[in-house]
């Protein structure tokens, strides 16, 4: 089966073939392509959804995904951001595998191909020209013979008429035997012409049209076998993809599964409980008893005029304990007293911690200040010791404010506490550990000396832990060459190093560290070749590099 002897005179049907062959190609290639745009399209709009419905950060609707039906959920918007990963994944390799691929292809066979149809055509134009010059050979060799004979007829009849001369009968056989010689000459060219033209058509239809057609056969067959290897890829690179997607669902089930209702109630009675007691019953008041009109011992309206003694109610006013009962509108006191006694209790904790969290990040900024100015006074060439004092006052006095602020919500919480029904041990641990009985100023102090890892530390240490300097900070400033990066670090808060020698970070940055702390609470770091300088070690979280020279094991 071959183009070459099968089709040999199909020249015109087989360009026309051959370009449709093309033409389908492409066609495959833009299908794909517009996969790709599906796929994008696809992708991105999964993404837009998943964020459309994320919980906003700081918000009340972040805390509503502390249920594990919303954390289901939440797994699930996640699930499906990985889900539409997997379809750019796709859009990406089939563009690079086979729209790419194919269109290079196209153009090399588009190329091919003009090159084997301009040989063909090349092959017809010789043998055209060949057929032409066999037409003009035999042509002239019948006209050269037309010729000789009516020559030779002329001769004949002057030589058969008595009036001619003998001169012009001579030249009559003459002229005759001329056009015979010329006859003859035309007939050997028109048989040369001839044999060299059946030897090229000969060739032309068994050598070179075969092969130049035998070459546009296997071009198409090429061509062929590359659309089925370019539909097989367009399948696998979809089956790529199924073990992700399939664990992107896997992963919306196991957060399914995971939902609790128990603790989902839970949580939603430690958000929404009030601390309040049941009333209880309402005594029959007997109208028929004038003295009883006025008041009665057992009414509601006794309990009114007795707030005092309603102790289990926490000396809160009707108002508070009835459910049906409208709440005041109005702006929320500083005290939280709005809200029932298990709320306020939970509102005052909160207010404490971020406080005493305040109060700890003021401390260490003042333990910082304060390691640098005995630094300066110890190295005065590394900065002026007076120019802190300003800002060593203002963090003293911003510790002093928070704490009073720190003591008033502590005694208020402590109030709650004290009004609240019999809580278990534990729970009192977990509110923050603060007993009624305890002064409120005690605990603030305690809380106060905490560091940021929870460790318990005096103040008398902090004044002592002032007076010992690292001896390495003497030549720290004075080595020109750039040291290593032994490790990272991650900014725990924001420090701004306005003195000399320190630099500024802010909280969540990652610089390199090329000096750890040797114990004067400082670490040297480098943000890049011209940035580098000291921050309190309390402020970053250190991560050292085992293969760094100069970094130190721990075990």
């Known amino acids: 089966m071959s183009w070459g002897t099968e089709l040999w005179d199909q020249f015109d049907n087989l360009e026309k073939h051959t370009q449709w062959g093309i033409d389908i190609l492409e066609k495959y290639i833009k299908f794909v392509k517009e996969r790709t745009e599906i796929e994008l399209s696809y992708a991105k709009q999964l ?64 190329q091919e191909r003009k ?75 028109y048989s040369s012409i001839l044999q060299k033209f059946n030897h090229e058509q000969h060739e032309y239809y068994h050598t070179h049209i075969p092969n130049i057609f035998q070459k546009i056969q296997e071009m198409e067959e090429r061509r062929i076998v590359r659309i089925g290897e370019s539909v097989k890829t367009y399948a696998e690179l979809d089956r ?17 599964e995971s939902i609790d209702p128990k603790n989902d109630s839970q949580l939603a009675i430690e958000a929404y409980k009030s601390g309040f007691e049941p ?13 009883k009109r006025t008041v009665s011992d057992n009414s509601l309206s006794n309990s009114r005029g007795e707030g005092k003694s309603e102790l289990k109610f926490g000396g809160k006013s009707k108002g508070k304990l009835w459910p049906f009962i409208k709440k005041n509108k109005g702006a929320t006191p500083e005290d939280f007293s709005n809200l029932p006694p298990e709320q306020r209790r939970k509102k005052l904790q909160q207010k404490v911690d971020e ?12 333990d910082a200040i304060t390691k640098m100015k005995d630094v300066y006074l110890k190295n005065p060439q590394m900065g002026d010791p007076a120019s802190l004092d300003h800002k060593l006052a203002e963090v003293s006095q911003n510790i002093e404010k928070l704490r009073l602020e720190a003591q008033k919500f502590e005694a208020w919480l402590a109030e709650v506490e004290g009004r609240l029904p019999a809580r278990s041990e534990q729970a009192r641990r977990q509110s923050g550990m603060y007993d009624v009985q305890n002064p409120p100023a005690v605990n603030s102090c305690a809380q106060d000396r905490e560091s940021p890892d929870g460790s318990y530390t005096e103040e008398q240490s902090q004044e002592s832990e002032v007076k010992v300097l690292a001896t390495d900070f003497d030549d720290e400033f004075d080595d020109e060459e750039s040291l290593p990066a032994i490790g990272t670090c991650k900014a725990l808060y924001t420090f701004e190093g306005q003195n000399e020698g320190t630099i500024s970070v802010v909280e969540g940055e990652t610089v390199y560290v090329i000096e750890e702390d040797k114990g004067d609470g400082w670490t040297r770091i480098r943000r890049n070749e011209d940035e580098e300088g000291y921050v309190p070690t309390s402020y970053v979280e250190v991560y050292l590099d085992k293969n760094a020279k100069g970094a130190k094991t721990y075990i």
């Open 355 to 366: 406080l005493n969290k305040e109060i700890q990040k003021e401390m260490d900024q003042r």
């Open 279 to 291: 009333p209880g019953d309402i005594e029959f008041e007997d109208y028929t008893q004038p003295m």
């Open 240 to 256: 790529q993809v199924i073990p992700i997607i399939g664990k992107c669902l896997d992963g919306i089930v196991k957060a399914a």
């Open 115 to 189: 090159s084997h149809f301009h040989d063909g055509r090349k092959a017809q134009q010789h043998i055209e020209t060949c057929w032409k010059q066999l037409e003009s050979s035999k042509r002239r060799f019948e006209r050269d013979c037309k010729e000789a004979d009516r020559a030779q007829q002329y001769f004949e009849k002057m030589d058969a008429d008595i009036n001619v001369t003998k001169a012009d009968v001579e030249k009559a056989r003459q002229q005759a035997q001329m056009r015979h010689q010329m006859a003859e000459d035309s007939k050997a060219d």
């Open 47 to 110: 993404r837009n959804l998943s964020k459309k419905y994320q919980p906003k950060k700081n918000s009340k609707e972040e805390e509503e995904y502390r249920y594990t039906a919303c954390k289901a959920f939440l797994s699930t918007l996640n699930e499906m951001n990985d889900y539409a990963g997997q379809h750019e994944v796709i859009s990406e390799n089939m563009t690079s595998q086979i729209t790419v691929e194919l269109a290079r292809y196209v153009q090399e066979l588009k």
